[in-house]
């Protein structure tokens, strides 16, 4: 299969309609969206959710989110929308934000993986919305990756993933926030995180008085709640290491991983804050270095990270040592990802 890629930065209404029509004929097609490129299906139809699965490798009880235009198709796929989904919904919808809500019998097995809930968003990003509203049905999308990889925040990353494996793919350039929604499940007394993304545990306290982390989230051991967030998740080739800390530290233990890295004669990517960098690329200079932005400034940070991430895949090296940041707004999602692309390898300094 070719797969065709369209400009739509400027819109493009004559490739909107011809996505759409795509999708309701029952193919994938991948669009951007503000967090980060989604490779979408037709909701209401389970075979075609059925390609995505095919086309991520992607495990079958990883149910998928369902993304919706406007209010009255939100309403048609739950069937009740508690009062602190409402609030939610209120204040951060359109956005990066998935309600997990009790489903309506309108969502097919494939979307939910079989459970009783749905999780449901409404992306602000404009060709999101024009994709969803002409093709007149709810999109369900997972981010357009092969399963497992870093998800991708540019088309051309996504082609890199799924060219030939899917029809069609809108190029909406780079996404504005860059990690996947903030995932609340609603369906219980207490709004509880089940993933951390751009909407911040702080912001929905202040709303709704208060939100829980799922007890997977906390560092428990327990089964997270979304099955997603169990398997091992946004990972570059080479085996990555995150060191967290007081900045000095974490700038002389990297550096002495390094050393052992090079004198095993293997190459080592580092990537962190510009601050760290700088002092690293003096005493380590055959090391390959990725800047994620400055030390502190969380938004740059997580709009690059799967970017950086990707990008020491094309420099080939051996191995990945990572600078942590402080997991207050914006930095849970940024350490949540970085924690599982790690596959749970953080070294505290
Ligand atoms: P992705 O599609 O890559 O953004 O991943 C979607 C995430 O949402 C996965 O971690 C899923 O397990 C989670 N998810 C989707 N629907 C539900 C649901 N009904 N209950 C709990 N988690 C869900
Ligand atoms: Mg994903």
């Not at 780079?174 to 993933?195: F, K, M, N, Q």
């Not at 550096?255 to 990517?269: N, R, Y």
Request: charged letters at 20%; glycine letters at 10%; hydrophobic letters at 40%.
């Amino acid at each position: 299969m070719q797969t065709i890629v369209e400009d739509v930065r400027e819109g493009n209404g004559a490739a909107i309609a011809q996505a759409a029509e795509i999708i309701r004929a029952g193919e994938l097609v991948a669009f951007p969206t503000e967090t980060v490129y989604g490779l979408g299906a037709n909701g209401l139809d389970g075979d075609a959710c059925g390609r995505i699965y095919e086309a991520k490798g992607r495990p079958s009880d990883n149910p998928l989110i369902l993304h919706v235009s406007d209010w009255h198709m939100l309403k048609q796929v739950a069937k009740d929308i508690p009062p602190m989904a409402e609030k939610l919904m209120t204040a951060f919808m359109p956005g990066p934000l998935t309600l997990i809500l009790p489903r309506s019998e309108a969502v097919p097995d494939k979307v939910t993986g079989g459970l009783d809930t749905v999780g449901v968003r409404m992306p602000e990003n404009p060709v999101a919305r024009s994709l969803i509203r002409v093709a007149g049905v709810p999109i369900a999308a997972p981010s357009a990756n092969r399963s497992g990889r870093p998800s991708p925040t540019t088309a051309a990353a996504v082609l890199r993933d799924l060219s030939g494996r899917i029809p069609m793919i809108l190029n909406g350039g780079p996404c504005r926030y860059g990690v996947e929604s903030t995932i609340v499940d609603c369906t219980e007394d207490v709004a509880t995180i089940l993933r951390p993304g751009a909407i911040s545990l702080e912001e929905i306290r202040e709303l709704l008085g208060d939100c829980r982390l799922d007890a997977a989230l906390r560092g428990e051991d327990a089964k997270p709640k979304a099955p997603g967030m169990k398997y091992r998740h946004y990972a570059p080739n080479a085996p990555l290491t995150v060191f967290v800390g007081e900045p000095e530290a974490v700038a002389q233990a990297i550096l002495e991983e390094a050393k052992k890295i090079e004198t095993a004669g293997k190459t080592v990517g580092i990537l962190g804050s510009r601050e760290l960098l700088r002092k690293l690329s003096d005493v380590v200079p055959s090391a390959t270095l990725q800047s994620y932005g400055s030390q502190g400034d969380l938004a740059t940070i997580a709009s690059r990270l799967y970017a950086c991430l990707l990008a020491f895949d094309g420099l080939a090296v051996d191995a990945i040592l990572a600078e942590g940041v402080g997991e207050q707004g914006l930095g849970l999602a940024i350490m949540n990802r970085l924690k599982k692309a790690s596959g749970g390898h953080v070294v505290c300094v």
